[in-house]
Nanobody, 117 residues
Framework: QEQLVESGGGLVQPGGSLRLSCATS????????MAWYRQAPGKQRELVAS???????NLADPVQGRFTISRDNAKRTVALQMDSLQPDDTAVYYC???????????WGQGTQVTVSS
């Protein structure tokens, strides 16, 4: 069974850091482009960062210079390092996998990130 399980969310003060991790199972991980999305209350889900099967990363403008996405094909995981967190980063963060060749994609259940003093 295909699963994406996020971890690492929590409460952090402004300026702090968190590291999210997404563990996958049941998918041929090396054939999937991976991404992190987030959804704040009352807002649409938005793309935060993506990384291709070859490791090419792309970050959304609001997180440029603060977030880093990485993947470990051997461990079948993708991570999102978040530094200099701000209250506007508060959201549920979702892991997303999209197959490179066929129209197959999966979502994780999400992990809450709250930035507040």
């Amino acid at each position: 069974q295909e699963q994406l399980v996020e971890s690492g969310g929590g409460l952090v003060q402004p300026g702090g850091s968190l590291r999210l991790s997404c563990a996958t199972s049941g998918i041929s991980f090396s054939n999937y482009n991976m991404a992190w999305y987030r959804q704040a209350p009352g807002k649409q889900r938005e793309l935060v960062a993506s990384i291709t099967t070859r490791g090419a990363a792309n970050l959304a403008d609001p997180v440029q210079g603060r977030f880093t996405i990485s993947r470990d094909n051997a461990k079948r995981t993708v991570a999102l390092q978040m530094d200099s967190l701000q209250p506007d980063d508060t959201a549920v963060y979702y892991c997303y996998a999209r197959h490179t060749a066929v129209n197959i994609n999966y979502w994780g259940q999400g992990t809450q990130v709250t930035v507040s003093s």
